[in-house]
């Protein structure tokens, strides 16, 4: 899977608002991070909110990296489930 992220690491400046290889990134993780699908590796999820907080304080007007962070957060199936929706309510707030 490391090379599934350099993949999508290089070149980022040159396009960062590209909706298309945003929404490609979102499949690629949904794919290869959920189980019963692709490899189910989990790692593929590691440093991804990193990775698009950083893209966002490049440029806070990049709606698509807005659009990926929701992504991340609420959609990843890394959260410990419905019972820390408050909790990440409240850091996202913050």
């Known amino acids: 899977m490391e090379c599934i992220k350099k993949i999508f690491v290089d ?3 040159e396009d960062a608002k590209n909706y298309h290889t ?3 990134r979102q499949w690629i993780l949904g794919y290869f991070g959920a189980e019963g699908e ?3 590796d989990d790692n593929v999820w590691e440093g991804e909110i990193d990775f698009v907080d950083f893209m966002i304080s490049k440029d806070v007007r990049n709606n698509s990296a807005w659009h990926h962070r929701f992504f991340v957060i609420w959609g990843s199936g ?3 489930g419905e ?3 408050e909790k990440v ?3 996202e707030l913050t």
């Open 11 to 13: 070149g980022w400046e």
């Open 22 to 24: 945003w929404s490609y």
């Open 38 to 40: 692709g490899e189910g």
């Open 78 to 80: 890394v959260r410990e």
């Open 83 to 85: 019972g820390d929706r």
């Open 89 to 91: 309510l409240q850091r």
